[in-house]
């Protein structure tokens, strides 16, 4: 068995050599869609999930879902294909691309790497997240919660959402995430140029 975190390594890893392929004001857009994607996860998560609560008092996904699978398998697979889905389009064809001029030379190399393991960290620690959240419920990933090493379980307070989906005053202005402000930022930069 190999423990998530490597999974999640490996997954920043090749967001890294994405960018450096795609260049860095093509991942500045994929940063402001994945920023975006997750906002709107953040903010409308209850709404959400009573649709996912309604959609399984029906008894179609009990006819689905058989009872020896651990976790909450629907959840999952709807915030995990949600996020797969925004990375998806955010990379696909013509993307969100900021204007300018790239740095070149060893700053542009580091600062497009730089972009590309944010994008990575964005993309495989939400949908880690996620997974966790919900019991890890894919037979075919062999986790469960309690089977995390140290480092994995030390990690999961720092993963996007609970790091960057937390409101910053709770009960002053219902909403105010760090999301919130990347997402104007990013936004704004795109629209000043």
Do not use: C
Not at 34 to 56: C, E, G, N, P
Not at 89 to 101: M, V
Not at 109 to 130: C, K, P, Q, V
């Amino acid at each position: 068995m190999i423990p998530i975190e490597v999974y999640f390594f490996t997954a920043v890893f090749i967001f890294v050599l994405i960018a450096l392929v795609r260049g860095f004001l093509k991942e500045l857009g994929v940063t402001t869609i994945m920023v975006v994607a997750l906002f709107l996860l953040a903010q409308f998560r209850s709404i959400l999930d009573a649709t996912i609560q309604k959609a399984m008092t029906v008894g179609v996904v009990q006819r689905v879902v058989p009872e020896s699978v651990q976790g909450d398998p629907i959840r999952a697979m709807v915030y995990v294909l949600f996020i797969i889905f925004a990375a998806f389009i955010s990379y696909h064809g013509e993307t969100l691309a900021f204007t300018g001029k790239p740095p070149k030379g060893g700053e542009g190399i580091f600062l497009t790497a730089m972009i590309g393991s944010a994008n990575g960290y964005l993309i495989a620690g939400s949908i880690w997240y996620y997974l966790h959240e919900h019991g890890y419920p894919f037979a075919f990933m062999h986790l469960k919660v309690d089977d995390l090493s140290e480092l994995a379980k030390g990690m999961i307070p720092y993963l996007p959402i609970p790091l960057l989906g937390q409101e910053l005053m709770e009960g002053v202005v219902p909403g105010q995430t760090p999301l919130l402000y990347l997402m104007v930022i990013l936004i704004l930069l795109r629209v000043i140029r």
